[in-house]
């Protein structure tokens, strides 16, 4: 099941996303990025962002028996999805798939032709089997230290 949060989503769930996301970028990311960047990376995680960001752009939670297995955010001003992550105890069961599956049809709806993201590398391949393809290589500004991120885009047809 699938669930959009508003800016008054109790603080219990919005620690649940940040415990995904830093068991993605520990257990997922640290694979294909070094430990210094994982470390600068975990520390910018924090519930003040997410807060700020519930206005501005939807986040959805997919959820199974009541437990959030992931999240996602997106923004249809901006024609962008910012994020897909699923507790890394539970990828490879289609949930990823599922919420973009929700994304493209919100874009779809609201007539928008084209979605594009920034994917870390063990995206990648994820996002072209979405129908997405590579625009460009990005290094992407941490705090101190730069992530290598792909620019992506899908056109909506």
Known sequence: MINKLSSNTNKEILQKLIEIHKKCISKT?????????????????????????????????????????????????DKELYQIQIDPDEQGKEYGRELYNYIENDFRINKIKQISLFATLNTVKFYEKLGFRVMKEIKFKLLKTKIKIIKMSKELV
């Open 29 to 77: 990311n640290s694979q294909f990025y070094e430990q210094e960047q994982i470390n600068e990376w975990l520390s910018t995680i924090k519930l003040e962002n997410i807060q700020d960001q519930l206005d501005s752009t939807t986040w959805i939670v997919i959820k199974n028996n009541n437990e959030i297995l992931g999240f996602a955010q997106y923004s249809l001003e």
